[in-house]
């Protein structure tokens, strides 16, 4: 059993900067990969960013140069800086990890509500 909490939404201004943060904890062998997606109203939800246990990257088009992706193995974290926001990363967004244990489990954060306003 993984549980995951998210941390670091908000209201911010066109060109302004928000860093997200979401904890794993509980019983695992090892995290496979960790994911950011999101999720606008009358959307479907969408992969923004991932982070293998490899440590490599993808970061959706959009938002690449301005959304990076990073981890923190000793805490079972996973960041999303997100800077030079715009009203098109309004969203909920959601953690995802996919870890080990008794095979690949995938489990997801609560959701954090980011809104840019220009």
């Known amino acids: 059993q993984v549980h995951l909490v998210e941390s670091g939404g908000g209201l911010v201004q066109y060109g302004g900067s928000l860093r997200l943060s979401c904890e794993a904890s509980g019983r695992f062998s090892r995290i496979h990969e960790m994911s950011w997606y999101r999720q606008a109203p009358g959307k479907e939800r969408e992969l923004v960013a991932d982070i293998t246990s490899g440590g490599g990257t993808y970061v959706k088009d959009s938002v690449q140069g301005r959304f990076t992706i990073s981890r923190d193995h000793a805490k079972n974290t996973v960041f999303l800086q997100m800077n030079s926001l715009i009203p098109e990363d309004t969203a909920v967004y959601y953690c995802?990890?996919?870890?080990?244990?008794?095979?690949?489990?995938?489990?997801w954060g609560q959701g954090t509500q980011v809104t840019v306003s220009s």
């Open positions: 995802n990890v996919k870890y080990w244990l008794e095979g690949l489990i995938e489990t």
